[in-house]
């Protein structure tokens, strides 16, 4: 059975940090694509970051560039995203998705306010 | 990041055929196919179809996926009232390098 578990969202002030984990299990997690998502209360899902199966090469959506940092732990099975300089508009649920979108888990909620 | 294209809201009847479409372009859904996903309010997404047909286990064969150029379909047979959910496509775009995401369809089961 495939699990996605996320973890270390919170409530943070405007311009603080957060870094949110993901462990996984039931699938190849060290050939997978992994990838986080986020979704904002009432909109649809927002593609954030994205890292291929060795680690190698990271992608980002142009709105986090240069404070977001998705890495991953094969050994572990795990992911991970690193989130600075956090803005209001970036509170929602932050899920964590693998093998190509085929597996999510049940999301982390970051609130970013004052 | 521009996303993919999809109609606002469909109604179908109990038992009847849904098929949602989601378009895209050369570098997007017509080049790597399309991911397809249900999400119930207050649920986290649940992936029905993903590298354009393959279907994760445990997802029933009433899902289906297909694809014609750079336009992408989810037919959903003989339509249940659990089947009343949000439903979005993705598909990862070459030229941005990353996951864009359709603005989904809302499914009526009437």
């Known amino acids: 059975e495939v699990q996605v578990v996320e973890s270390g969202g919170g409530l943070v002030q405007p311009g603080g940090s957060l870094r949110l984990s993901c462990e996984t299990s039931?699938?190849?997690?060290?050939?997978?694509?992994m990838s986080w998502v986020r979704q904002a209360p009432g909109q649809g899902p927002e593609w954030v970051a994205a890292?291929?199966?060795?680690?190698?090469?990271?992608y980002y959506v142009d709105s986090v560039k240069g404070r977001f940092t998705i890495s991953r732990d094969n050994a572990k099975n795990s992911l991970y995203l690193g989130m600075n300089s956090l803005r209001v508009e970036e509170t929602a649920v932050y899920y964590c998705?693998?093998?190509?979108?085929?597996?999510w888990g049940q999301g982390t909620v970051v609130t970013v306010s004052s | 990041q521009a996303g993919l294209t999809q109609p606002p809201s469909v109604s179908k009847g109990l038992r009847q055929t849904a098929t949602l479409t989601c378009t895209g372009n050369?570098?997007?859904?017509?080049?790597?196919?399309a991911a397809w996903l249900q999400q119930h309010q207050g649920h986290p997404p649940k992936c029905l179809s993903y590298?354009?047909?393959s279907r994760p286990s445990g997802i029933s064969e009433r899902f289906s996926a297909s694809r014609s150029g750079s336009t992408a379909s989810l037919t959903i047979t003989g339509l249940q009232p659990e089947d009343e959910a949000d439903y979005y496509c993705?598909?990862?775009?070459?030229?941005?390098?990353?996951?864009?995401f359709g603005g989904g369809t809302k499914l009526t089961v009437l």
């Open positions: 039931g699938f190849t997690f060290s050939r997978s694509w």
């Open positions: 050369s570098n997007n859904v017509g080049n790597e196919g």
């Open positions: 590298r354009d047909n």
């Open positions: 998705a693998g093998d190509s979108l085929a597996y």
């Open positions: 890292i291929q199966p060795d680690g190698s090469e990271k």
């Open positions: 993705s598909a990862w775009d070459n030229t941005l390098s990353g996951w864009v």
